[in-house]
């Protein structure tokens, strides 16, 4: 299967810890986001990658959230100090971005619950 | 990006046709209307996507009036396993920059044998 895969699946830590979770996307797509997603709402917004440089982030995304694309590959999001609202499904999606049409290719999303 | 409205949630039976209605009046010239499905603890998926008239594919069709502010997503004799999230999503996908999703809260569709 060559679709975006995230890992983990599920993660549950206590508050304060921090966590970091990964997403591999398809092979050739040259973009990459992460969204959240709240029991009941739908996605929001969180970063995005062209590549390796992030180019854009929502003010839901505070300090305690970093993300990277070293090499403009695989991605890493990090929660640092985590608190009970950071509770939520993490989503990955990545697209081949180009003049004439973009489709996003979500992953599996890693559920993470902060105790 | 233009914001969307739909209903909540929709009940149909197996075998019918369901159509998804979403307003979205404030659509800019150059905004595309895609819909997502997503089932409970998965990633959405994208379904169709379609700038005007009627867009066909294997799952789903897409009517778009001449004005463009609404468009209907009909699918053709439901099953058990359409029962999910719909979501109707507007904004320039056919640009060149990155386009952040922006989701509203869906339509709930369940299928009831």
């Known amino acids: 299967d060559t679709g975006v895969s995230q890992d983990p699946r599920h993660k549950i830590t206590k508050r304060g810890q921090n966590v970091t979770f990964r997403c591999d996307p398809i092979s050739e797509h040259n973009r990459l986001y992460w969204y959240r997603q709240t029991l009941g709402q739908g996605p929001e917004f969180l970063t995005y990658?062209?590549?390796?440089?992030?180019?854009?982030k929502s003010r839901l995304l505070s300090d305690r959230f970093s993300a990277e694309r070293p090499k403009g590959s695989f991605s890493t999001l990090e929660i640092q100090r985590t608190e009970q609202g950071d509770s939520a499904m993490y989503l990955c999606?990545?697209?081949?971005?180009?003049?004439?049409?973009?489709?996003?290719?979500f992953g599996p999303g890693t559920r993470l619950t902060v105790l | 990006l233009a914001k969307t409205t739909q209903p909540i949630s929709m009940d149909s039976y197996e075998g019918q046709e369901v159509n998804i209605t979403c307003s979205h009046n404030n659509i800019a010239t150059n905004d595309y209307i895609t819909w997502y499905q997503q089932f409970p603890s998965q990633g959405p998926r994208f379904i169709i996507q379609g700038y005007k008239t009627k867009v066909t594919n294997e799952v789903a069709s897409l009517f778009i009036p001449a004005d463009r502010k609404s468009s209907t997503l009909s699918l053709p004799r439901v099953s058990l396993s359409d029962t999910a999230v719909y979501y109707c999503l507007v904004g320039d996908f056919n640009n060149n920059a990155g386009n952040m999703l922006t989701f509203g809260g869906g339509t709930r569709l369940m299928v009831k044998p």
């Open positions: 999606a990545s697209s081949f971005g180009l003049a004439g049409g973009e489709t996003q290719y």
């Open positions: 990658f062209q590549n390796e440089a992030q180019l854009e």
